[in-house]
T-cell receptor, first 115, second 113 residues
């Protein structure tokens, strides 16, 4: 499977715990995005990497959230001191530079439940 | 402030008929528009797109229309099939280095056999 891979698929955690999600992009895709989706809403942009550089962060990304892409390949999203409001689907999407208009390719997401 | 709006949360259509999904946007800086389809427990899948320099783009059974003056786009599916039943998201891309997408809240399409 050469699509965007996200792990784990599901994560249940207690409030106050830290969680980390991983995204493996389509190979050669140098643009990587994290989105969050809650019930009844569309995905909301969180942050963007071009290669290993984090170039943009949404104001939705509080200081409890941190994302990395150390070697310009896989990325991790960590949430510290989780709150119930963090419960959502976290989606990773990647795109190449073959065309300015190349669409984003999404993974199947990690569903986080904070109890 | 919702910059991309899908005002119909759901739509039911008979198999073989046309499905029309609508989307409105407010940001004049959007230059590229996309439709994504999402099945339960899967991520959104790219369906079709249109650049702001065009007013129509077709791909098989799917056609997207863009009316820039009205800041409105629509997705037409003809003929509709039961396998088209999914949530459809309209998305618009900002200019700038990140080129991130802004999504609407989605429309659940149900195609009845």
């Amino acid at each position: 499977d050469t699509g965007v891979s996200q792990n784990p698929r599901h994560k249940i955690t207690k409030r106050g715990q830290n969680v980390t999600f991983r995204c493996d992009p389509i190979s050669e895709h140098n643009r990587l995005y994290w989105y969050r989706q809650t019930l009844g809403q569309g995905p909301e942009f969180l942050t963007y990497f071009q290669n290993e550089a984090q170039l943009e962060k949404s104001r939705l990304l509080s200081d409890r959230f941190s994302a990395e892409r150390p070697k310009g390949s896989f990325s991790t999203l960590e949430i510290q001191r989780t709150e119930q409001g963090d419960s959502a689907m976290y989606l990773c999407a990647t795109a190449g530079e073959s065309s300015y208009n190349s669409p984003l390719h999404f993974g199947n997401g990690t569903r986080l439940t904070v109890t | 402030d919702q910059q991309v709006k899908q005002n119909s949360p759901s739509l039911s259509v008979q198999e073989g008929r046309i499905s029309i999904l609508n989307c409105d946007y407010t940001n004049s800086m959007f230059d590229y528009f996309l439709w994504y389809k999402k099945y339960p427990a899967e991520g959104p899948t790219f369906l079709i797109s249109i650049s702001s320099i065009k007013d129509k783009n077709e791909d098989g059974r799917f056609t997207v229309f863009l009316n820039k003056s009205a800041k409105h786009l629509s997705l037409h599916i003809v003929p509709s099939q039961p396998g088209d039943s999914a949530v459809y998201f309209c998305a618009a891309r900002s200019t700038g280095s990140a080129r991130q997408l802004t999504f609407g809240s989605g429309t659940q399409l149900t195609v009845l056999p």
